[in-house]
Each structure stands twice: as C-alpha cells, then as structure tokens.
C-alpha cells in the first residue's frame, strides 16, 4: 500500500490529488508555493482574522440562526397566548438575562413605573426587547455608554422604549424606514427590526424610529391601550 508524503498509508493505494494554485501574473498553474516558479511573482500571504472578529461572526450568525427558527415557528405555529405582564419585573429579569452578551462597559437600566402591566404575548415581547437592546449595544460599539429600557402609558396608547446614547440612527434609515434584509451596519442582517416591527403590527400597534438629543437612538414600540392594558 504506498504511503503519502507524512508516511501514513492511504486506503485504495491512491493519493490525494494536490491542491493548484493559478498565478495572478502569468496564470501559471503550480502547487501552493510562496513564489510563482513560472515567472517569480510573489504571491500574497492569506490575511489571518483576529479571534475575537471570529467570535463575534459566530455570535451573529447565531442570532441570525434565532431570528430565522423564530420567523419559522410563528408562520407555522398557533398564536403565542396573550398574558399579563408586570413590565418592572419581566424588564429586570430580560436585563439579568442578557447581561451575559453585552460588554460590560455598557450599563443597562429600566426607567418603568412600579405597577404598570400590560397584556402582550411574553415570548415575542422579550424577544423585540432583546432584537433591540443588542442593536443597540453594537451601535454604542466599544464607548462607554447606557442602554435604557422604559414604558408608560399615555392616554389610549402603551409606549415600550429602548433607548441609547451611542451615535444614533442614521438618516438614511430614519428617512426610508425598516425594510427586510436592509441594514446599517457591516454585521447587521436588517432581520431584527423587521421582526419587531412585525410583532407590534400584529398587536395593532406600530414602531417609530428617532434619534435623541444631545446623542443616541430611541425606538419605539406602540400599542393601543385598550386592548393590552393590564
């Protein structure tokens, strides 16, 4: 049985066929090699990606994994149950939660009155709260900053908030609204805000998008109160 250039052995006594590489120069075909041996061009070294560039593309495509399974399950699923929802404590508990995935040089905080609760599907609730606070946190990047979470009611209207003091919402965006699959920024998929979207027009309710004085983003997510008061 002949053996490979390591000195193992190969099943079926066949080699492996060696990998070509094309030369961008005289497009000479040869076998990997620092230097074309065909007329001396020095080929480019691969580009190595920092780790924690890797770990933060795996983590999106995670999310991105999420967010697909979740659009799935509710075209194929029954209506996630309408509850009642203490906000305070469901707020705090979503904060805890995700806590884990967002750098610690981002504080996170609810501004939410003691008492106010609502009836929303929980599920989908924490899901759009979750779409948001992460937006948020890759818009504040590696800065100091704060990511505020917060509710009322106002007269026929339940308002939910997540609001930042990054860079804020960039014009474009502000200006044409939340398309599917457009986004902003170079690891965004433009699925999140469309799913939050979705979420509250299901509810009969709406997203607003803005930008907030002196800096940072504030999204909206509006209800009618009489059909998801507490």
Not at 140 to 168: F, K, N
Request: net charge neutral; proline share 9%; with cysteine.
């Amino acid at each position: 049985m002949p053996e490979n250039e390591h000195g193992a052995r190969r099943a079926g006594g066949t080699q492996p066929a060696p990998s070509v590489r094309t030369c961008p120069q005289c497009f000479a075909a040869f076998r990997p090699a620092p230097i074309c041996p065909c007329c001396g061009h020095e080929q480019p070294a691969p580009k190595q990606r920092p780790m924690q560039q890797i770990d933060g593309e795996l983590k999106e495509l995670k999310r991105i994994t999420q967010l697909l399974n979740a659009m799935l399950d509710q075209s194929r699923q029954a209506p996630e149950p309408i509850v009642a929802i203490d906000l305070v404590g469901n707020v705090e508990e979503l904060l805890a939660l995700v806590r884990y995935q967002i750098p610690a040089h981002i504080h996170l905080r609810q501004a939410i009155p003691a008492g106010l609760c609502c009836r929303l599907p929980q599920g989908r609730l924490n899901q759009a709260l979750l779409n948001l606070i992460v937006n948020a946190a890759q818009s504040i990047g590696e800065q100091p900053g704060t990511i505020t979470v917060s509710a009322a009611q106002e007269q026929d209207r339940l308002w939910i908030q997540v609001g930042d003091d990054g860079p804020g919402l960039p014009a474009e965006l502000l200006q044409s609204g939340v398309r599917a699959f457009a986004t902003w920024r170079e690891s965004g998929t433009g699925l999140g805000l469309s799913m939050v979207r979705r979420f509250a027009r299901d509810l009969g309710g709406e997203l607003k998008l803005a930008n907030q004085e002196p800096r940072g983003a504030c999204i909206t997510l509006l209800f009618p109160w009489d059909k998801h008061h507490g």
